[in-house]
């Protein structure tokens, strides 16, 4: 059974730091794709950002140069490094596994964690 | 980036009903469209890849067509566990973008 667990939300001033973890299981981690998405309050998705497993990343605008990605394969583990947080990036936070149909852009969110909250205010 | 556009932003409908859910990108996406299911205090979980393949485990009661610029993704007859928000959402490019959600109610 595939299971993901978010962990390190919080509170966080305007301007701090946190740091994501999703600890994956059930499946062979290195061989996919590990995505974050996030839910602000009320409101849609938002993608965040995406690792491949040969640890290429991507980043929506929004963060791009504050949140950096990575993975532990050792760990099963995929990380969330959030710098410079402002209050918009308030949301839960959900990491994803990918799954995939065809090669390059067939691919969907196919197992998701049950999310952590991260809240900017001071 | 692609925008998605989904219609309606909401819908009441009762249960036995026919529900048809739209979804149009701001340009050709082939069939790079997915949908997913989100009910209150839950994660996403989807219901349609690559336009109109079921994922396993989901009721066949739900469909999806559609290529290009005008997807739909159909309830065939409502269930009450089915009420809940819909979203579309594109792999044709980075970023990935999602539609803004369908909340489907009880009428």
């Known amino acids: 059974e595939v299971q993901l667990l978010e962990s390190g939300g919080g509170l966080v001033q305007p301007g701090g730091s946190l740091r994501l973890s999703c600890a994956a299981s059930?499946?062979?981690?290195?061989?996919?794709?590990m995505s974050w998405v996030r839910q602000a309050p009320g409101k849609g998705l938002e993608w965040v950002s995406v690792?491949?497993?040969?640890?290429?990343?991507y980043y929506a605008d929004s963060v791009k140069g504050r949140f950096t990605i990575s993975r532990d394969n050792s760990k099963n583990t995929v990380y969330l490094q959030m710098n410079s947080l402002r209050a918009e990036d308030t949301a839960v936070y959900y990491c994803?596994?990918?799954?995939?149909?065809?090669?390059?852009?067939?691919?969907?969110?196919?197992?998701w964690g049950q999310g952590t909250l991260v809240t900017v205010s001071s | 980036d692609i925008q998605m556009t989904q219609s309606p932003s909401s819908l009441s409908a009762s249960v036995g009903d026919r529900v048809t859910i739209t979804c149009r990108p701001s340009?050709?996406?082939?069939?790079?469209l997915n949908w997913y299911q989100q009910k209150p205090g839950r994660a996403p979980k989807v219901l349609i890849y690559?336009?109109?393949s079921l994922q396993s485990g989901v009721p066949s009661r739900f469909s999806g067509s559609g290529s290009g610029t005008d997807f739909t993704l159909t309830i065939s007859s409502l269930q009450p566990e089915d009420f809940a928000t819909y979203y579309c959402?594109?792999?044709?490019?980075?970023?990935?973008?999602f539609g803004q959600g369908t909340k489907l109610e009880i009428k």
């Open positions: 959402q594109q792999s044709y490019s980075t970023p990935r973008t």
């Open positions: 340009q050709s996406i082939s069939k790079y």
């Open positions: 994803a596994k990918e799954g995939w149909w065809e090669v390059l852009m067939g691919n969907y969110f196919e197992y």
């Open positions: 690792i491949s497993s040969g640890g290429t990343t």
């Open positions: 690559a336009a109109s």
């Open positions: 059930g499946f062979s981690f290195s061989s996919y794709a």
